[in-house]
T-cell receptor, first 112, second 110 residues
Framework: DTEVTQTPKHLVMGMTNKKSLKCEQH?????MYWYKQKAKKPPELMFV???????INESVPSRFSPECPNSSLLNLHLHALQPEDSALYLC???????????FGAGSRLTVL | QKEVEQNSGPLSVPEGAIASLNCTYSDRGSQSFFWYRQYSGKSPELIMF????GDKEDGRFTAQLNKASQYVSLLIRDSQPSDSATYLC??????????FGQGTELSVKP
């Protein structure tokens, strides 16, 4: 299995909702990432987990809460989001921090 | 100064021509360099990575790295309409962060 699987593919939520994005990989990768991408812009790093521990938080607002329950799973919990948080959220994984990132297909989030 | 810079384009080339995409980076200590292709509405997919000075070829794609000039490029030979996409240059930074350039939009005209 050489894939990173993200669910859901599309999510529409109100500003008062609580939802979660999920990411799963079975490649034995020990580093996992969340990126946010707005239209016509490059991906922006949000969080990096290495060996299930949060190693980088790029000053992301607390309404985004990452969680890494085990080495195969990465979640992004969403609460009280703003319309400007609407974007494509990309999960990626890599065998080690120096290696190549493999991206999932992304979750497209719309906040109303 | 941005950490990774690319010409945003759009770059338009005729089918069969060579497309040349360029990227400069600011951190002289960077060791790992990547080119990703991204179709509209899709996630980035890896085209090539390069770690050493010089050229690296894979099919129609050649990546070129010059660490002294802090410059990395991607050449696409025999460009096809299916190559039309945004090409993202990325550099691995401290802590495993992958820093992306703004991307160059490539259009290959039949």
């Amino acid at each position: 299995d050489t894939e990173v699987t993200q669910t859901p593919k599309h999510l529409v939520m109100g500003m008062t909702n609580k939802k979660s994005l999920k990411c799963e990989q079975h490649m034995g990768h020990r580093a996992m990432y969340w990126y946010k991408q707005k239209a016509k812009k490059p991906p922006e790093l949000m969080f990096v987990y290495s060996y299930e521990k949060l190693s980088i938080n790029e000053s992301v607002p607390s309404r985004f809460s990452p969680e890494c329950p085990n080495s195969s799973l990465l979640n992004l919990h969403l609460h009280a989001l703003q319309p400007e948080d609407s974007a494509l959220y990309l999960c990626a994984s890599t065998e080690g921090l120096a290696n190549v990132l493999t991206f999932g297909a992304g979750s497209r989030l719309t906040v109303l | 100064q941005k950490e990774v810079e690319q010409n945003s384009g759009p770059l338009s080339v005729p089918e069969g021509a060579i497309a040349s995409l360029n990227c400069t980076y600011s951190d002289r200590g960077s060791q790992s360099f990547f080119w990703y292709r991204q179709y509209s509405g899709k996630s980035p997919e890896l085209i090539m990575f390069i770690y050493s000075n010089g050229d690296k070829e894979d099919g129609r794609f050649t990546a070129q790295l010059n660490k002294a000039s802090q410059y990395v490029s991607l050449l696409i030979r025999d460009s096809q309409p299916s190559d039309s996409a945004t090409y993202l240059c990325a550099v691995k930074a401290e802590g495993g962060k992958l820093i992306f350039g703004q991307g160059t939009e490539l259009s290959v005209k039949p």
